[in-house]
T-cell receptor
Framework: GAVVSQHPSRVICKSGTSVKIECRSLDFQATTMFWYRQFPKQSLMLMATSNEGSKATYEQGVEKDKFLINHASLTLSTLTVTSAHPEDSSFYIC???????????FGSGTRLTVV | QQQVKQSPQSLIVQKGGISIINCAYENTAFDYFPWYQQFPGKGPALLIAIRPDVSEKKEGRFTISFNKSAKQFSLHIMDSQPGDSATYFCAAKVGGQNFVFGPGTRLSVLP
């Protein structure tokens, strides 16, 4: 089955620094990737939709300049949290689609802690 | 109209029992209804999914029941095991649009 690799699984960074999270589709080409944020004991909140070779589409309320998304190839999308602050601490999850509208696989998530 | 409601918020079941989680939606354009299982610190994993032209789908111990007229669907876990303890999310989708997730149900299966 489709495998989506997300790295790192955990990261701790100092306030004011930037952190990059990678999402890779290992055995398929992903034209679309989604980035989610999940707070403890809550559901997934869509942050942005990333399409290969074009600008990401951000959900309302998500700061484009803080959460930079790059989808430079059909197998890699990155989320960079810029100038991170403690309130950015959360669980970030990506998902990638194989080209159909329904076959999306989730990555294993990244726990970001900003101290 | 994009909301998916899910209940209960938490569920405790004895080993061997049946776990039932219910979801309801409003948008009749939804045409794909998956259930995801999420363990702590991990991403969601697709458990089972159904299309609205089918009333029931079974895969092993997991069954989705779908009621199109009532706009409801449910997940049944038969012979629940402690290893099934996780958070379960129902979701709904329309074609090329994004998933709409329910708020989740925390299932605990007691040994």
């Amino acid at each position: 089955g489709a495998v989506v690799s997300q790295h790192p699984s955990r990261v701790i960074c100092k306030s004011g620094t930037s952190v990059k999270i990678e999402c890779r589709s290992l055995d398929f080409q992903a034209t679309t990737m989604f980035w989610y944020r999940q707070f403890p004991k809550q559901s997934l909140m869509l942050m942005a939709t990333s399409n290969e070779g074009s600008k990401a589409t951000y959900e309302q309320g998500v700061e484009k300049d803080k959460f930079l998304i790059n989808h430079a190839s059909l197998t890699l999308s990155t989320l960079t949290v810029t100038s991170a602050h403690p309130e950015d601490s959360s669980f970030y999850i990506c998902s990638a689609g194989e080209g159909t509208n329904y076959g999306y696989t989730f990555g294993s998530g990244t726990r970001l802690t900003v101290v | 109209q994009q909301q998916v409601k899910q209940s209960p918020q938490s569920l405790i079941v004895q080993k061997g029992g049946i776990s039932i989680i219910n979801c309801a939606y409003e948008n009749t354009a939804f045409d794909y209804f998956p259930w995801y299982q999420q363990f702590p610190g991990k991403g969601p994993a697709l458990l089972i999914a159904i299309r609205p032209d089918v009333s029931e789908k079974k895969e092993g111990r997991f069954t989705i029941s779908f009621n199109k007229s009532a706009k409801q669907f449910s997940l049944h876990i038969m012979d629940s095991q402690p290893g099934d303890s996780a958070t379960y999310f129902c979701a709904a989708k329309v074609g090329g649009q994004n998933f709409v997730f329910g708020p989740g149900t925390r299932l605990s299966v007691l040994p």
